[in-house]
């Protein structure tokens, strides 16, 4: 039986990006041995979704070289890039629990040099704090609205900018809620017009997104 | 092979509502039979879901003592009470297409006596519209919102509010919306403390829990 | 990276309710931080879903001055108000295992000074013991029925009494009941007019619509 | 391409029920043909849903020795026996729009000679209704239930009898109650031991199932 | 608060079936007194799905008066009534992992004095396992069929046999299994007419059903 | 705005299949001017759920050209080839409803050449009647099980041959049928092992899953 | 019973995109009334999901000045600006059938000047033909992809582009196509990372989408 | 209580294949007693889902005669046959994490003396990897395609080879990847015609499926 891994790594040439890892499914050995392959010059290495258990369980001199989160179980190998400037992204969430997926879009974006401007505490149930923050959303081209349960934010966030707008829905709530689901489908069905969507608790995604959004400005500006 | 219907008469006394007819499932002939046999001098009877078409194929007689809103698809044989007072129930809906189920909820109050405050277009893509009209809808004790789509409605009201809010999820929108699933699930799954839902669509429901409501004030106050 | 956290410390004016603490997706230090963070003087702070690990796990001065209880898994910090008379409240459970919604309910309106009339063990199977109990139900202005599994219970409360009935499924059962959805789509779905309905074993929601009901009453008498 | 279609005659001896015809996806030609292939001397051929435009379609002669009934949609082929005694099978009802169902099993046991006794508009929303009927269901030996929306009704009446309860979730209903979907996940959820449900609107296979349970006590008493 | 527990006694006078305590949901202490106050003179007690850990949990004293089976999660308290005869229902399974569901029915009906014939391994895969036993299928008035994944083997009873049949869905297998969900779907969609069905992995209410037929046999023979 | 259309033109080269038109969501013009441009002299053009009305919205000229089939609503243009030699591929089908699917993929087939045996006619519920074509069945390479409402035939067809077997879940029956849900589940869980799934009513997917396998024979035998 | 409809006529200012009207689910005298409200000067009108017999049904006037388009069911009243430039955003298709969204979208990007390059027919079956067209598809920063079934399409394009990239699902295919929620979750699970997902068949939004990512640019530049 | 377990020892003879073992829902003594009892000297016996605790709980002795893999989960007792010559059967993986599965179908067919050619980590995300191994895909007469999230893998598979192409879905990814389901949609749906598939995570059944069609290759040729 012969096994022929290929790494992509050619992707950032090819689409700006390169290959995060993403560690549920992937052994001890696996994470290692990729770590081990990578060379974190131009870019740090990104892993994502790593529990604190399977940190733990990595080598010692590995976790050394990491820098881990656990908010947002993610960790970067390689030297993170300077800021290229003001924040150009808004990440807005509804409540606390939110926070994890917008931590980890951030880490995203700070592996690629994007500072953000985290909003966070705005969910719908207390409009005014929202509505204190509209002249700072404005401000910045790309907003990321995370949120759970009835996932009302980003429909009101998406009536109140012209930015471009990218839910992640979060798999916060418990019964009707659905673990995300209808966080998801409500983002979908927004009345505002022009909301992005990606998967939920996704916020390497939103990351990501964002990402093309600013570097499709360079090329067609 | 013997059927024996036993009309529910005693469910006013029981619970303060008179059995309304929901008319999908029964055929013409049903219709007119329940319509002849109810007596409606104490309180007017209600049909719902009466399509147009179905009401084309009544008796013309019948047809002719009915008052008939192909809006909201109901019918009412008997007079109408009087007016209690003012509005004590503010009817809220998101977009034009709610209207339907307002319409619904508006009719089955007035068999009752109850006026509504009807505010409508007030959808979160535009939530100016909603903030203008907050101690309107602050002096109303019950609110009723209908919205479909991503749902978003109840959840902003219920934290403008300390009213009783009822969501009525409404089957507008596709894809995502399923049908009215998604609303149903956001509201449910609202981040605004003690909004309460009823089915899809259902208007007549709504109005049932605001008498309920409204009656237990009299017994309890 | 700069997050803004603002609490809704002015929801109590707005809607007449404080906000309660969703402990599952926060860490023990967001908690006690919260904790700390609150006046508990006019209004005791209510944290949900505090799961006997979560409670062990809070600093010990914490846990000591938390009133933990393990069946609704819920702790309450500050003092309770005295009861502001007898129970305006019913709590309807069908069998044991709906006890820890009805619990959460009865513990959420004692923050509130509500008291509650707890009628356990009435499932429909055994018919004849909510018979006995419908003169005391009906004494009540808003009951709330806690019933997994069929969730045959609201309707025939609701078939009974005249007052504000609040379904609560319960997520009691296994294979076709999913996890409370099949009770959550027979309330929805009651043959009894006016069913309200909230999510999935929240028995904190349905606590909270009751006394927005209460409020509804004493300023629309 | 050869076609070998196989009639399965012997299948009455073998469970002691013929093969009735499912009318939809059959065309005009195909229902005509079987009708003539079959000898109903011994045993009426039962065909199902049926819709009038499908009977309407049929040649002049077959219709004229049919016996149609366009509530239940179900037309008979060939005499029916004579009633074998009284009725041992009792067929309860919420509504008006259970009656499609309850007919059609009715009329297949008429197939049978087995009488049955109508119980209808007996739903758990006036809870009355079926009180007084509980002496006379418990002289059947097997109760059939049908009941859409909440599915309530089936739970009640197996916790009042002892008898076999066979359940017939109804596609009654709108939104939440899922075309049957709902009634059928609650009779299979039922806190009542010992329910037993068919498929959703499925009279036709109640009544089979009614008819083994009949055979199987012959055979074993 | 006050909570009206009401146990029901008088059940097995009312149906023919005592009540059996579903142990998850139930505390410890819950599972305990409710063991203490059942008089088991007259009809021993069944614990249905109690965990090998809940078992163990228990006071040594109760644990040693209970007759527990690890295979079904069953205890029974109290003494067997001996068996009334020879079997007349017989309980089929499929494959390995369908014997606790059968268990669990074999146990429930042991507590009635029922006898069952269990044949085992016979799965539509290897059809002449089934085919060998049909004679003696036929023998037994009621035929419990315990299948899951596929769910093919209660259509294929069904056809084979004029007893009554209840089809046990089975939380067995993966992916598109469902938890059962396929399972009872299939059985509930049977190509064979007359096919009962109980909730997935529910061996008490195919046994309780069984009881109820059986029961039906006495007084209508 | 520029359209591009790319026919994929040199798919039988690449993949040993032309590509065959699915007709809804296309307009009468499309199917004309697609029927227009092709080249059928070495490869007849198949088109798939081309309906009744379709077919005759079609120009004069053109439906004249075309071998339409209204059972399997497909239509042929273009020459069929001769037949390649006596059948390899076996249709075995349940029920009459079935045999849209069946002859969806006979007439595939038929565009290149295969000869199929049609089987019908043998659902699990009349057993005896797929016993008795075991021997015909094997004598196969390839058997297509096409089955709606339990979907219980291909796992026994599984269970007797070791021919390569496609099961086509059909969109047969009503209620938990959900329109060949509960058919493709039951085949994809399937206890015979090794079975294939197609989509649901995809007679023709089946087909061309046929040719590759058969392809497949020459170049590696 | 006051209505009070409000036109969220600032919607430009706030969030520079202007109103569209989604016609089902309104009346025919609305769409109407809203035509005959809306100054179209500066901004026309865009009518989305105006079927052909709903445009029939409008005033023969109203018809004459509307720019009608069957494919997409769209409608546009006022005149289109200039289209601002070489196009920005290329539109793919997978299939004939997407050709509805796409066109919606572009129709839509027409009313705010945007020229779109539209690449058909390149569904991920005949890879070759996207493969082509790769060098095209790089120099748009923006790129919509319209797919439906199995909704691969989005993956291939996300993986070979650095643009933004917008998932349009198609309700195209049957059933395990579920009417486009298997592209939906396709796209939103899509292994290329950043790949930005709207509503099933959601022209209309993609375009939006669209818009705000380019007015992004223009700020953030 | 009589259980009369039947081994379908004749399936080898019967369809080619002999019954693997799937360990969930089986005990330690179920799994030693089976493996006590069968006879492996003509073909090794192969256990499924066996974890590594599963394994670890096995005999020693036992242990230590099986060849246990933990990527697979797999373990086989007895000698594996001699490879019957170079692959015929390539298996293609996405990621890193469908190496699971893979492995299960790999070891699967080992038991049949198959060899296999596995290409990995060719994700459509970087088309290219798939693109440069196209000339030894085709040269496999079967190749199963492993593929989770997007499943976007198959399809591009499909269209690129005539080989039968048999999908295996995988339950990577999370949200809206919903365990496997959206791949196995992707899969059924897909554009690419005649693609087969088998059940998600299932590497065991694709295999069997492999064995089929080459065995059907022998028989026909």
Known sequence: MTVDAVLDLERRERIGL???????????????????????????????????????????????SLDYDDLSATAILGKLPPAKGPARIAIVTAGTSDLEAAREAARTLACYGEA????ADVGVAGLWRILKRVDDLRAHPVVIVVAGMDGALPSVVGGLVSSAVIAVPKSTGYGAAQKGETALRSALSSCAPGVLVVNIDNGYGAACAALRILGARARSG
Request: aromatic content about 2%.
């Open 18 to 64: 390169t290959e995060a890892i993403l560690c549920p499914g992937k052994t001890t050995k696996q994470i290692t041995d990729i770590c081990a392959s990578v060379n974190t010059e131009r870019q740090p290495l990104l892993l994502t979704r790593l529990s604190p258990e399977a940190f733990e369980a990595l080598p010692k001199d590995l976790r050394a």
């Open 116 to 119: 953000v401007t985290e909003i």
